[in-house]
């Protein structure tokens, strides 16, 4: 990590259509710094008090650091950790802890000149084992460390109180965390390369949850939405709309099967009411279009154009679009 999450370390920019309740739920969360150059340009002490770094110093600079240099030296070839007072190297970033063979090893902490600390475990001059960092903004990794980022179980915590808990995988959320964002908005299941990907549960604040299969921080897949006004939606989805084949209930007790495209009805679908009235028909970019059979008691078959009802067919009618009506009756709705 270059004492850094540089990689979207808790932060997604996510989109999610709740449909009918909220339209749309935005969550950012925080910004990440990058302390990864700094990080590099110091990992090989040895390398950073040499004989160029004399040149345009003071003679008490030259000192100190020729001072700080046989202290490293002293360590090299060394099988055992030493603890040496604080190094100050020439971009302003200090150490002070245990070194082993002329590198970082064992336990210390390490500041940068921007404000951010570093106090855990080094291995071979690099962020290995556990640590935290506390970034000059206030937000803060503390978990596992190797290679200099993020790896293994560990917690972000954002100044704005927006906070990501679980696992990691060179710097981005990988596996199984939770996040909590500042607005009360939720989501606990995996991660793949730092996105929402495979099973999990997303809360808003507002009552509206989702619980199924996400791909590439999107909604996609198999899942149910919930909305606060207690509609429900079980099916396909796809780029976080309903899209395919589902079931939609309301609180009243209707209920529609079949499919939709971005949200809206589209194709052959069935609408029941809870009376027991029901209606099979065509539907487009969300309303009624085409033939459909109505049942409540009796059974008729109309003709609809925008959602509307232009008229019932009569024999004649029924016979030149008897395809239509007999594609209907086949369908089968789940």
């Known amino acids: 990590m270059g004492a850094t999450c540089s990689n979207s370390c808790c932060t997604n ?32 002490e040895t390398e950073r008090f040499n004989a160029d770094n004399d040149q345009g110093k003071s003679d008490a600079s030259i000192g100190s650091m020729k001072k ?11 099988m ?3 603890q040496l007072e604080e190094i100050t190297f020439s971009d302003g970033t200090t150490y002070k802890g245990e070194w082993m063979n002329g590198l970082k090893d064992g336990q210390g902490v390490l500041k940068w000149p921007s404000g951010s600390i570093y106090s855990g475990s080094f291995l071979e001059g690099k962020l290995s084992g556990k640590g935290k960092l506390i970034l000059e903004d206030e937000d803060f990794y503390e978990g596992e460390w190797k290679d200099d980022k993020c790896n293994g179980f560990g917690v972000y915590m954002c100044k704005n109180g927006a906070r990501y808990e679980g696992n990691w995988k060179n ?17 606990e299941g995996f991660y793949n390369d730092g996105r929402k990907h495979g099973q999990g549960i997303l809360k808003f604040s507002n009552g509206t949850t989702y619980e199924g299969d996400f791909s590439n921080n999107e909604l ?3 899942g149910t939405m919930v909305w606060e006004d207690k509609r429900v939606y079980k099916g396909q989805w796809k780029k976080s709309k309903m899209n395919g084949y589902g079931v939609l209930m309301f609180p009243d007790g209707r209920v529609f099967k079949g499919h939709f495209q971005d949200d809206k009805k589209n194709g052959v679908g069935e609408f029941t009411w ?9 539907w487009n970019n969300g309303k009624q279009n085409g033939i459909g059979i ?14 509307k009802r232009t008229k019932w067919l ?21």
């Open 13 to 44: 920019d996510q989109e999610i259509n709740s449909k009918g309740g909220n339209d749309k739920q935005e969550v950012v969360l925080s910004k990440n710094k990058s302390l990864k150059e700094s990080q590099q340009r110091n990992n090989k």
């Open 171 to 187: 710097d981005k959320q990988h596996g199984k965390g939770k996040e909590i964002w500042q607005d009360g908005n939720t989501y």
């Open 220 to 222: 996609e897949g198999q």
């Open 68 to 78: 700080e240099n046989l202290l490293i030296q002293s360590t090299i070839g060394k």
């Open 294 to 307: 109505c049942t409540n008691g009796d059974r008729k078959i109309g003709y609809w154009e925008e959602g």
């Open 274 to 282: 809870n009376d027991g009235k029901k209606m099979i028909s065509n």
């Open 80 to 82: 055992q950790r030493v």
């Open 314 to 334: 009569d024999e004649q009618e029924k016979k030149l679009h008897s395809e239509s009506i007999q594609q209907l009756e086949l369908v089968k709705f789940l």
